[in-house]
């Protein structure tokens, strides 16, 4: 499995445009072939700045949608909004206590 970590910086005038866009296409991204998971993050300390957390089944299935049709509109409207170039890891989950 590996998960996928993006931080995204908004202009302030564009968070409310984002925060629309990943809500009309969270379950499509989590129902993409491969997402087993999805979660969006907000910093309390600066409310400009977002993560998305997914787990994918493998690096071939993150490329898929990175180079899907869904990818390229949902990233057309979202990368517009950026006051930052956003940062992305993908990284293999060692250890997960409860």
Same mark, same amino acid.
């Given at each position: 499995?590996?998960?996928?970590?993006?931080?995204?910086?908004?202009?302030?005038?564009?968070?409310?445009?984002?925060? @629309?866009?990943?809500?009309? =296409?969270?379950?499509?991204?989590?129902?993409?072939?491969?997402?087993?998971?999805?979660?969006?993050?907000?910093?309390?300390?600066?409310?400009?700045?977002?993560?998305?957390?997914?787990?994918?089944?493998?690096?071939?299935?993150?490329?898929?949608?990175?180079?899907?049709?869904?990818?390229?509109?949902?990233?057309?409207? @979202?990368?517009?909004?950026? =006051?930052?170039?956003?940062?992305?890891?993908?990284?293999?989950?060692?250890?997960?206590?409860?």
């Amino acid at each position: 499995m590996l998960v996928r970590i993006v931080k995204m910086s908004f202009e302030p005038s564009g968070i409310e445009e984002f925060l @629309t866009n990943f809500e009309r =296409n969270k379950e499509k991204i989590r129902n993409f072939e491969g997402c087993n998971f999805l979660e969006l993050y907000r910093d309390q300390n600066n409310t400009s700045i977002f993560f998305t957390y997914s787990y994918w089944n493998s690096e071939d299935d993150l490329n898929n949608y990175r180079h899907s049709e869904l990818f390229k509109g949902v990233w057309a409207n @979202t990368k517009p909004l950026f =006051n930052e170039k956003p940062e992305a890891w993908s990284v293999e989950k060692l250890e997960s206590l409860k």
